[in-house]
Structure formats: C-alpha cells, structure tokens
C-alpha cells in the first residue's frame, strides 16, 4: 500500500508540474505574440500625406510601440501629430517643410511655411527621434516651436538637427517649444539658424535635459526678448554643450534664464552677442 501511495504521489506531481510547465510556456508565448505585435516596423518612402509610405500616414495608422524607418528625405505640406509611444528612426534623413522660416544663409524667408515639423503630445508616452534633420517653418507663436512643439511627458531626441525654424513677432521658441507639462531630452543634437523674437533656439517653459549638444548662430530678434540660444522659463539642465555665435537683440545671447531653473555643468560660450541695454 504504501508503494502504491509513493506511486501515486509521484504521479500527481509530475502531473502538476507538467501542468504548470504547459502553462509557463503558453504564458511565454502569448507574452511573445503579444511583445512582437506591439512593435511593428513602418517604412517611409515618399512625401504622401494620405497614402502608404508617407509619413504622416505611417505615423497615423501605427500602434503604440511601434517602429518608423525613414528611407529618404521628405517634404511635408503640414505638422504631423505624435501623441503615441514610438520611435522613429530617421537615419541620416531630412524631414522639411516646403519653405523654411530661416533660409540656409541666415535671412529670414519672406514667403515661408507657416506649420513645424512635429507637434508631440500625451500624458503617458515616450516618443523617441533618432539620426534626423529637421527643418521648420514659422509658426508666429510662443506655443509652438518651429520644428518641433511638446507637451508629451518625454520626447527623446539623439543626434537630430533642429534648423530652419522660426516663431516671429513677439513669440519664443524658433527651433523648439518644450511648454506646458513637457519634458524633453537632447543628446548629441545641434540648433543651428533658427529665429524668434526670444529664444531663437528654443523656448522651455517645462523641463529639459540637454547633453552633448550645439547651439550655434541661433537669435532672438524683439526689442524686448532675450535669449539668442534659448530661453528657459521651466527647468533645464545643460552638460557638456556648446553655445556659439548666437545673438540676441536685448539680453542674453546665448541663454536667458527668465524666472527659471538653470544648471550647467562643463558647457562652452563663445562667440555669442546681446545688443540690448544688459549684456
């Protein structure tokens, strides 16, 4: 009897343990199907706004997790809307409007696209840009950036250029507008040729992380709005960063911290101007 017992038992738990085997590797599998369709990759290959293969339309029609491959340089005709985790892979690409708010020689366009490149949104998101050019139109307001506009919780970029972007009048943010509750990290990027009537490079009312990354000959152009490089009204932190030959046409030519939260660590100004009554 005893043996019959022993038999018994062992049985039982090899039938729970197999059991519990099954279940671990179903468990695996749905956690797999389900990890490996929250991560489909999109490809863009044309200026199409409606159809397959353009960005806007890739970018509308993905998923949350989802991956976007840019394959070549594209012109938009308006603001694409990122309000979803993502990440989008430009690869050595451009993304432009069709007319500049800043030509490549400096002078401000007289007949420019009037939208940025990318407006980024949401409460619970992480939206992530890598290896990509972006040139910007001008927005003429102190809510948007002239290339890109967050409100969304992270938006990370690594390694983009930001130029071309403009917010004329009296309105911040040429290149960048991180407002409200946004919060945006920079690593190796470059702010080059934007303009606004303050903060030429960028406008932070939120929170900013800055690494690595180049300010050069950005510029605030109001009587009264400093800030060639940018202008933090929010927190910003600034490390191993170059700011170079920027102006401002009141204060601060390269940064104006107006009411705000500023740290630098090992960061270089050289170059830069302000032609207002402080310097």
Do not use: W
Not at 205 to 229: A, K, P, Q
């Amino acid at each position: 009897p005893r043996a019959v017992k022993d038999l018994f038992s062992h049985q039982h738990i090899m039938h729970t343990l197999n059991f519990r085997v099954f279940h671990f590797l179903i468990t695996c599998l749905f956690l797999s199907s389900s990890f490996l369709a929250a991560q489909t990759t999109r490809y863009v290959t044309s200026n199409s706004t409606t159809s397959a293969g353009g960005l806007g339309y890739e970018i509308s029609q993905a998923s949350s997790g989802d991956i976007i491959e840019v394959s070549n340089d594209i012109t938009i005709s308006a603001v694409i809307t990122i309000n979803k985790t993502l990440t989008i892979n430009g690869n050595g690409n451009t993304v432009s409007v069709e007319e500049p708010g800043v030509l490549p020689s400096g002078v401000n366009n007289s007949s420019p696209s009037s939208h940025e490149v990318f407006s980024c949104s949401g409460s619970s998101v992480t939206i992530t840009i890598n290896d990509l050019t972006l040139i910007g139109g001008d927005v003429q307001s102190s809510s948007k950036g002239g290339c890109i506009t967050n409100t969304a919780n992270k938006l990370v970029l690594n390694r983009i250029i930001i130029s071309g972007g403009r917010s004329s009048g009296f309105n911040g943010g040429g290149g960048l507008s991180n407002v409200s509750n946004g919060v945006t990290y920079l690593t190796d990027c470059q702010l080059i040729r934007n303009s606004a009537g303050y903060g030429g490079g960028f406008l932070n009312t939120g929170t900013m992380y800055l690494d690595g990354t180049t300010f050069s000959e950005n510029r605030s152009e109001s009587s009264n709005g400093g800030g060639g490089g940018c202008e933090n009204q929010g927190t910003l932190y600034l490390n191993n960063s170059t700011f170079s030959n920027n102006k401002s046409t009141e204060i601060g030519g390269g940064i104006n911290n107006y009411r705000g939260t500023l740290y630098i660590t090992n960061t270089t100004f050289t170059g830069n101007v302000a032609y207002g009554s402080f310097k």
